[in-house]
């Protein structure tokens, strides 16, 4: 089991038998871990390279309990697709009844075996309890959603010797499995899958809006599969009353259906119980879409999907390309400019693609220096702006185009400083426009309907605090918003529920902290589908910078180079655009492979469109 420990994982000699030749470690039972004492770790399975697979050994003959105990907990980390390796360790009724597939928790530094599980003298007793104990990080639950988690954990398992066999076994244990956090990034990756907001958001061009909700699976078990099943049972309950599925309830793969994979022409088929009577063409490709997106996070050269019904019935054939066409999400469309803010308070611009550093102003009345602009925010389709001027006090919506003017400011501030003003704004992708008045005696969060007329009041039943950044993802159905209390600033995501006819208005509900180890949250930006690009503080720390899941995960990959200073940060759904920022040496950015290369030394507030 997962022990993270400083310098490495110790390792006990003759523990692992690595056949590096066809990618299989054999976890062994640890023969030499003693059954008495009242305090053992569990040691970490080596970090493998992503084509190893990990199976564990079965219980030796004769095993004492701890050995059992140890060999259950390292099968738990194993790539046995089934834990059928795992249940040798469990009697016989335990092994019917035990569900892992029902949760997992994670821990800081693995499961540790609290109490003495040997006999320790006692020749005559034939059961035993065990008690594993740690530090929650999160739990993956039964539909496979990620959820940070604190506080400590203990659970019991119960061992039994067999009078006849006089083999000890677990016979008392919880539903679930755990493990160590370095054993859960071995074993398990995220995924995004991918529904539809439900209401009547659509995108530029008319398209439905694709969502992504990300799971957490077994990455080398079969993972595609997994996935595809995820998707059709439908998603997770967190995002689950502001998206829909296109397909039909019970929807699910043909009996046997395993070990999903493009074929050599990069196209997957994908077997399902559906008559084709049943299927219309529409939504049948917008059914496609939903596996294509999906599958694309485990299968990046993926470019066509076939999805057949009973009896081998072609239902309907989708390409890459008519998926971009089918449906609209934040990658859809690559940014061509990145805005900020110049030393004369001018909306200037860079094209994307440019490897120098100079930037003009854009067409219209933000390009001409009329007004001094604090913060920008450009539409989606690049053909508008929203402009926070006179210090944060006025919000003012314009075209970007030449000729336009400044109508009458749509929303008002009265915070007695700019920090208690209005927020940056935010566009999502149906138009509507987002901003937050920052006032302590009466913040407030509102939308601007296709960025114009009368501001909405939105309701954030579960806001405990106040808010201080707004970012509204490209979907327009989920909200990240920096939240200040008690002196903390964190990041919360919130689904947006629209008017459903009710009268209720538009709110923001299930707010969650998406960064709970940071204890003062300065910069974000949308930075993928459910990924964000946060600034922020540890308690006691430095400022840092790194990607986020909007569910609360940290992704395991590198984060951007280290930068002074950082008060904004400007990122893309699309990764082919450089990271901007707004630090100590001005307007910033970071290409693909560079270092961070100084853009106007007296530009602020970058954001690309969104």
């Known amino acids: 089991m997962a022990a993270d420990r400083e310098g490495g994982a110790r390792r006990r000699p003759g523990r692992a038998v690595a056949y590096a030749a066809l990618g299989v470690v054999l976890l062994a039972g640890c023969a030499s871990m003693p059954d008495s004492g009242d305090l053992r770790d569990v040691e970490s399975t080596p970090r493998q390279d992503t084509g190893v697979r990990v199976f564990a050994m079965p219980p030796a003959d004769g095993a004492g309990p701890g050995e059992i105990m140890q060999g259950f907990l390292e099968a738990l980390t194993s790539d046995d697709p089934e834990y059928d390796t795992a249940r040798k360790y469990l009697t016989a009724d335990a092994a019917h009844t035990w569900r892992p597939e029902r949760s997992t928790t994670v821990l800081a530094n693995g499961p540790s075996i609290e109490t003495d599980c040997g006999p320790g003298g006692r020749e005559e007793a034939n059961s035993v309890t065990c008690v594993l104990a740690g530090s929650r990080v999160a739990t993956v639950d039964a539909q496979q959603a990620y959820q940070p988690a604190n506080g400590s954990y203990r659970e019991k398992l119960h061992l039994t010797k067999d009078s006849k066999s006089g083999q000890w076994r677990i016979d008392g244990l919880p539903d679930g499995v755990v493990m160590g956090k370095s054993d859960f990034q071995r074993n398990y990756t995220s995924v995004d899958k991918y529904y539809f907001a439900s209401d009547t958001a659509v995108g530029a061009s008319g398209q439905p809006v694709a969502v992504a909700d990300p799971v957490f699976v077994r990455s080398k078990v079969d993972a595609m599969t997994q996935m595809v099943r995820s998707l059709l049972k439908g998603p997770t309950a967190w995002l689950g009353p502001v998206v829909r599925s296109s397909f039909p309830t019970g929807t699910a793969l043909q009996k046997g259906s395993s070990g999903l994979a493009p074929d050599d022409q990069n196209k997957l088929t994908v077997p399902l119980n559906l008559k084709a009577s049943r299927v219309a063409s529409g939504k049948c490709s917008e059914m496609a879409t939903q596996v294509l997106f999906t599958l694309r996070n485990l299968a990046p050269t993926l470019e066509s999907v076939e999805l057949l019904g009973t009896g081998g019935d072609r239902l309907c054939e989708l390409t890459d390309e008519r998926a971009e066409s089918a449906a609209w999400h934040g990658a859809s469309k690559r940014p061509e400019y990145v805005y900020f803010i110049d030393g004369k308070h001018r909306v200037v611009r860079m094209p994307t693609t440019s490897t120098g550093t100079g930037s003009v102003p854009v067409p219209g009345p933000l390009g001409e220096g009329g007004k001094k602009m604090q ?236």
């Open 375 to 610: 913060s920008v925010a450009v539409s989606r389709d690049e053909h508008a702006a929203a402009g926070v001027a006179d210090e944060g006090r006025s919000l003012y919506v314009t075209s970007l185009a030449s000729g336009g003017s400044f109508d009458e400011a749509l929303v008002n501030s009265a915070g007695a400083t700019p920090a208690e003003r209005l927020t940056t704004p935010s566009w999502d992708a149906r138009g509507d426009l987002w901003v937050a008045d920052r006032d302590p005696d009466r913040t407030r969060l509102y939308v601007l309907e296709q960025g114009v007329g009368k501001p909405q009041r939105v309701a954030v039943p579960d806001l405990s605090g106040q808010i201080k950044d707004v970012r509204v993802a490209a979907d327009g159905a989920r909200i990240a918003l920096v939240v200040e209390k008690d002196g903390k600033q964190s990041l919360f995501i919130g689904r947006i529920q629209r008017d459903d006819g009710t009268g209720q208005g538009i709110s923001v509900d299930g707010l969650r902290s998406a960064t709970p180890d940071l204890e003062k949250v300065s910069a974000i930006s949308w930075a993928g589908d459910s990924r964000l690009l946060v600034v922020g503080q540890e308690q006691g720390g430095v400022q840092q910078m790194r990607y986020v899941q909007v569910d609360g995960s940290t992704l395991d990959g590198p984060a951007p180079g280290a930068l002074t200073s950082v008060k904004a940060v400007a990122a893309s759904e699309d990764e082919r655009v450089p990271l901007v920022a707004h630090s100590e040496d001005g307007i910033v950015r970071l290409p693909s492979g560079a270092q961070w290369q100084k853009v106007d030394k007296d530009g602020t507030a970058p954001v690309y469109p969104g």
